[in-house]
T-cell receptor, first 113, second 116 residues
Framework: DQQVKQNSPSLSVQEGRISILNCDYT??????FLWYKKYPAEGPTFLIS?????DKNEDGRFTVFLNKSAKHLSLHIVPSQPGDSAVYFC????????????FGTGTRLLVSP | EPEVTQTPSHQVTQMGQEVILRCVPI?????FYWYRQILGQKVEFLVS????????KSEIFDDQFSVERPDGSNFTLKIRSTKLEDSAMYFC??????????????FGPGTRLTVL
């Protein structure tokens, strides 16, 4: 049951460039989307979120775009920094009461100096 | 900044033994969750908890699992008789609300459970 998919297992970007991480979902009941960053042996750290009533949310270097018709969201990091190297998870929750998160499989981002 | 804490960071146990994983959610949060991540797999929802009762659980959360909020600060996950396949990272999370923009779930650092 892959309701949330991250089709790129890894991404390599040079420092200063833009990183674009993609996520697709299949469940039209999802209405809240989040990106988490995770280092090895640590818990997911919340980065940024977006509600389905918006198509863009920006926080510093991080911008999340949501295309509801395509059931697609993306996370843009600009400029990328070596400290951004981590695994990035897309997660979604639905408007059905208590909000369990459904996670994607993650994309490992490597930002090289 | 408030954070979710979990103890222990690593628990090794023998198959068939009971384990209790402990979490202290963020103090003003009302909704609590357990997730797990088996090595190399995605983070999976186990259970959500609100107002001293389970609000939702996954099919993973069978009769071997239970959760409890024994006091005003701790939230525990008990596995009654551990199996080899219970080996995973277990993450506790909490949120202020369950819907809308304040339902962002904040995760603890995890407990690595190793069942031998």
């Amino acid at each position: 049951d892959q309701q949330v998919k991250q089709n790129s297992p890894s991404l390599s970007v040079q420092e200063g460039r833009i990183s674009i991480l993609n996520c697709d979902y299949t469940n039209s009941m999802f209405d809240y989307f989040l990106w988490y960053k995770k280092y090895p042996a640590e818990g997911p750290t919340f980065l940024i979120s977006i509600s389905s009533i918006k198509d863009k949310n920006e926080d510093g270097r991080f911008t999340v775009f949501l295309n509801k018709s395509a059931k697609h969201l993306s996370l843009h990091i600009v400029p990328s920094q070596p400290g951004d190297s981590a695994v990035y998870f897309c997660a979604a929750s639905g408007n059905t009461g208590f909000q369990k998160l459904v996670f994607g499989t993650g994309t490992r981002l490597l930002v090289s100096p | 900044e408030p954070e979710v804490t979990q103890t222990p960071s690593h628990q090794v146990t023998q198959m068939g033994q009971e384990v209790i994983l402990r979490c202290v959610p963020i103090s003003n949060h009302l909704y609590f969750y357990w997730y797990r991540q088996i090595l190399g797999q995605k983070v999976e929802f186990l259970v959500s908890f609100y107002n001293n009762e389970i609000s939702e659980k996954s099919e993973i959360f069978d009769d071997q699992f239970s959760v409890e909020r024994p006091d005003g600060s701790n939230f525990t996950l008990k596995i009654r008789s551990t199996k080899l396949e219970d080996s995973a990272m277990y993450f506790c999370a909490s949120s202020e609300e369950a819907s809308g923009s304040t339902d962002t779930q904040y995760f603890g650092p995890g407990t690595r459970l190793t069942v031998l």
